[in-house]
């Protein structure tokens, strides 16, 4: 069965701060997607990156960055010099099956100002 | 191109009634997903349709349906509504020919449904 753990459920930092998100997948698929999506007040789920199982590469995005282990089958997610703005609820997801998404429990990330 | 739209974006609806919601993709996109998420239960996914097809379905009771229409609209029923059904429900679309686990799914602003 697909599973997704984010344990912390609310992180606060003061803004400038960096804050790292955790994220712990279990799959038995040779072949899977890891998402990353970011819901702020307004509710809508909002895209910030997709990573296939072969490709271990991190990535960074502006203040953004990822990191995916598979050997700890973690795909973590950390925010440089938090702002305000990114004051939301993180999902981080396991793509499986036809478009159907495990998601976690989710990270509420408050910045404080 | 417009994102994934969703109305009513608000519902209020009592035990027993039933309740229909609409979701309209993103140009282009044949593949819809829904979603419920809950303060208890987090997001979990209700269905996946695909020309016109059904093709994964979540572990939620018969009182859950939907459907899709040739334009890809796709709509979701649920009856006799209890109060556990009170949520944020979400429709994605996606790009997807072929289908499968890949495909980035892109949500709408989701319909807020509170049973009474």
């Known amino acids: 069965a697909q599973k997704v753990t984010q344990a912390q459920t609310e992180i606060s930092v003061v803004e400038k701060e960096d804050v790292t998100l955790d994220c712990v997948y279990e799959t038995r698929d040779t072949t899977y997607y890891l998402f990353w999506y970011k819901q702020p007040p307004s509710g809508e789920l909002v895209f910030l990156i997709r990573?296939?199982?072969?490709?271990?590469q991190n990535e960074i995005s502006g203040r953004y960055s990822w990191n995916f282990q598979k050997s700890t089958s973690s795909f973590n997610f950390t925010i440089t010099a938090s702002q305000v703005v990114d004051s939301a609820v993180y999902f981080c997801a396991l793509g499986y099956g036809n478009n159907r998404l495990a998601f976690g429990k989710g990270n509420q990330v408050v910045v404080i100002p | 191109k417009a994102g994934v739209t969703q109305t009513p974006r608000y519902l209020i609806k009592t035990r027993g009634q039933q309740v229909t919601l609409s979701c309209s993709p993103i140009s282009g996109h044949r593949s819809v997903s829904w979603y419920q998420q809950t303060p208890g239960q987090g997001l979990q996914f209700l269905f996946e349709?695909?020309?016109?097809?059904?093709?994964n379905k979540g572990n939620f009771p018969g009182r859950f349906s939907g459907r899709q229409f040739s334009n890809s609209r796709s709509e979701m029923n649920v009856s006799t509504l209890e109060l556990g059904d009170s949520a944020l429900y979400l429709c994605a679309s996606s790009s997807t020919l072929a289908g499968g686990p890949g495909d980035t799914q892109y949500f709408g602003p989701g319909t807020r449904l509170t049973v009474l």
């Open positions: 990573r296939n199982s072969f490709d271990e």
């Open positions: 349709y695909f020309s016109e097809t059904q093709r």
